[in-house]
C-alpha cells in the first residue's frame, strides 16, 4: 500500500500526552504521563529493568497478554503487555521485546508510561493496573482519505463495531478480541478489529469498547480509516483487510497461577528468589 494513502494524522485533540515518534510503517506511540519521576540507580528503576526485560522471555505465556510484577511494595513495578489477537507468538515476543526496551528509551525516569506499536501495547506503573479499567491516555490515529456516502457508511461501522464489541467483550480472560467486515456503500468493505485486555471482566470490555466507539465521530467522521487506542482496550478500522484470521488461542497454561501480589518472603533478596518474585497475574 502507499504510504501516502496511509498516512496517519495524529489528532491532539483528544489525547494529552501522546507522541507520534517515527515515521510509519512500523511507529511507535506513546505517553509518559509525565506525573511522577523515579531517580535513576533507584530500587523502582531495577525492579523496573528487570521486569520488562523479563516479559517476552516468559515462555508461559502463549497467548499475548502479559501482565506481571516485580518488587516489593513501596517499589514494586507492574507491567502489561497486550499482542494484537491475530498477531503470532514470535512476532509477538518480539514486538513485546522491543517496546519494554523502546518504552524505557522514550520515557526515561518515567513512574508510569505506556506505549503502542501496530502488534502490541505495553504499560508499566508503580501501582497495579491488573484488572482495572483504564480509558486515558487516549489516542486516535485516522485515515485522511475521505468517504463519499458518509452517512450509509457510519451506519454500516456503527453496526459492525457493535457486534465486534459484544464479542470481544465476550471473550475468555486470556483473550478479548475480535474481527469482522461488512459491506458498506459505493463497493467498499469495511474491516474493523476490537480488543480489550482480557484481565478486564466482559462489563468493563464492553464500556471501554462502547467509550472508545464514541471518539470515532469527533476523530474520523467521513474518513476511510480510524483507530482509538487506550490502555485497556482499541479498535480499527479500514476499507482494506489488514488483519490476519485469528491465531487459535493455544490450551491454558497448565500450572494455575500463584496468588495475586502473594508477597515474597521476608529478607530474601538474593537473585534467585528475586526472580520467584516475578507474579503472573493472568489465568
Ligand atoms: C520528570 O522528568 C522530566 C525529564 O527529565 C522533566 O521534564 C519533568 O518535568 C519531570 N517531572 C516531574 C513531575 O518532576
Ligand atoms: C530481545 O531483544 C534483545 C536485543 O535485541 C535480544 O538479544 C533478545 O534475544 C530478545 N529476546 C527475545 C525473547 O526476543
Ligand atoms: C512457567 O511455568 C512453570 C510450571 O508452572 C514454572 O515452574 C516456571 O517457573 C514458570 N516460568 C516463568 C518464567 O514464570
Ligand atoms: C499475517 O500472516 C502472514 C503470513 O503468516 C504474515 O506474513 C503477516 O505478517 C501476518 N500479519 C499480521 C498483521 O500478523
Ligand atoms: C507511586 O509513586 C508516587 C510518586 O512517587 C507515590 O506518590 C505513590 O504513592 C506511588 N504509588 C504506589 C502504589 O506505591
Ligand atoms: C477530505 O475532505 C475534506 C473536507 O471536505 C477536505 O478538506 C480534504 O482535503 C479531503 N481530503 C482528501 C484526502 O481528499
Known amino acids: 500500500m502507499e504510504s501516502s494513502r496511509l498516512l496517519y494524522l495524529f489528532l ?32 523502582y528503576q531495577s525492579n523496573l529493568n528487570i521486569l520488562l526485560s523479563s516479559l517476552s522471555s516468559n515462555i508461559n505465556i502463549t497467548y499475548g497478554f502479559y501482565s506481571l510484577s516485580f518488587g516489593q511494595d513501596p517499589d514494586r513495578a507492574y507491567a502489561i503487555a497486550l499482542c494484537r489477537g491475530d498477531v ?26 505506556i ?12 501501582k497495579s493496573i491488573f484488572g482495572v479499567m483504564e480509558d486515558w491516555p487516549r489516542l486516535a490515529l485516522l485515515n485522511v482519505n475521505n468517504v463519499t456516502s458518509i452517512d450509509q457508511f457510519n451506519q454500516v461501522l456503527r453496526t459492525l463495531m457493535d457486534r465486534l464489541r459484544s464479542e470481544a467483550s465476550s471473550g475468555s480472560s486470556l483473550r478479548k478480541f475480535a474481527t469482522g467486515e461488512a459491506p458498506g456503500p459505493d463497493f467498499l468493505t469495511i474491516y474493523a478489529l476490537a480488543q480489550c485486555t482480557p484481565d478486564l471482566s466482559g462489563q468493563q470490555c464492553n464500556d471501554c469498547l ?17 483507530r482509538v487506542v487506550t490502555p485497556s482496550c482499541n479498535l480499527r478500522y479500514e476499507i482494506s483487510r489488514f488483519y490476519n484470521s485469528t491465531v487459535p488461542l493455544p490450551s491454558p497454561p497448565p500450572q494455575p497461577t500463584p496468588p495475586l501480589f502473594s508477597p515474597p518472603p521476608k529478607g530474601m533478596r538474593t537473585h534467585a528468589i528475586v526472580v520467584s518474585q516475578l507474579i503472573f497475574l493472568s489465568f
Open 210 to 226: 462502547d467509550q472508545a466507539a464514541g471518539y470515532i465521530p469527533g476523530c474520523c467522521n467521513g474518513k476511510i480509516g480510524g
Open 115 to 126: 506505549g503502542w506499536y501496530d502488534n502490541c501495547m505495553i504499560r508499566y506503573s508503580n
Open 12 to 43: 491532539s485533540v483528544l489525547i494529552g500526552l501522546v507522541a507520534f515518534t517515527t515515521a510509519q510503517p512500523e511507529f511507535f506511540l506513546h505517553s509518559c504521563y509525565n506525573t511522577r519521576n523515579y531517580t535513576s540507580n533507584s530500587v
Open 88 to 113: 503470532l507468538l514470535d512476532d509477538c515476543r518480539s514486538c513485546v521485546n522491543d517496546s519494554a526496551r523502546r518504552i524505557l528509551q522514550d520515557c526515561p525516569n518515567q513512574k508510569e508510561a
